[in-house]
């Protein structure tokens, strides 16, 4: 079957990094995508990953290796507004969005 | 940007009644759109996947006859949420990409909070 898995909650303080995980097993790769979603809001599109390597873009960076299947998505100098879930999705070989739980990043000051 | 628009962004109807949403794109044709649930603290649910001028794929454990999906144009797709109960208060978002594809990223609206009462 296909697979995404990223931790469910994790905690950082204000003005550090914080690196959020995702590891997948699907039929086929087209891309990796991260989202950011605030409670009670519609997602917002971050990065799109298809070659192995680091995008970097702004304070958020996103990494890929595909033949370890997995990403991360790393947040710099952590801001409050920062809290919010964050969304690892694969496009499969169909191009069918596969989606993660979603990790909660909580921000303490 | 890609500009997608969601209305309405909250409704509230009695039980057995029928609920329409619209979803728009207003810089760009999308000739597929897909339409997705989140109920409190889980992830996003795929329903189905709207297509201008067609059917729409519904995914597993969807009903058709009860999430009416209309495509009708290249800016504008439809669901209709029939009958609605009490279990069908939900978030429902919809998004659509430039290409139709998942090689291009989703652009979604801003969600409707759909509360049966």
């Known amino acids: 079957g296909q697979n995404i898995d990223q931790p469910t909650e994790m905690t950082a303080t204000e003005g550090a990094i914080v690196q959020i995980n995702c590891t997948y097993q699907t039929s086929g790769f087209n891309g990796l995508f991260w989202y950011q979603q605030h409670a009670g809001e519609a997602p917002t599109f971050l990065s799109y990953n298809v070659l192995d390597g680091l995008e970097e873009k702004g304070r958020f960076s996103s990494f890929l290796s595909r033949s370890k299947g997995y990403s991360y998505l790393l947040l710099k100098e952590l801001q409050m507004k920062d809290s919010a879930s964050y969304l690892c999705?694969?496009?499969?070989?169909?191009?069918?969005?596969?989606w993660g739980a979603g990790t909660k990043l909580i921000i303490k000051p | 940007g890609a500009v997608v628009s969601q209305h309405p962004s909250r409704v509230i109807c009695k039980s057995g009644t029928s609920v329409k949403i619209e979803c728009r794109s207003l810089d760009f044709q999308a000739t597929t759109m897909f339409w997705y649930r989140q109920f409190p603290k889980q992830s996003l649910m795929l329903m189905a996947t709207s297509n201008e001028g067609s059917k729409a794929t519904y995914e597993q454990g969807v009903e058709k006859d009860k999430f009416l999906i209309n495509h009708a144009s290249l800016t504008l797709s439809t669901l209709t949420v029939t009958s609605a109960h009490p279990e069908d208060s939900s978030f429902y978002i919809c998004?659509?990409?430039?290409?139709?594809?998942?090689?291009?990223?989703?652009?979604f609206g801003n969600g409707t909070r759909l509360t049966v009462t």
């Open positions: 999705a694969v496009s499969d070989s169909n191009y069918q969005l596969i």
């Open positions: 998004s659509a990409s430039y290409s139709g594809t998942g090689s291009s990223p989703l652009h």
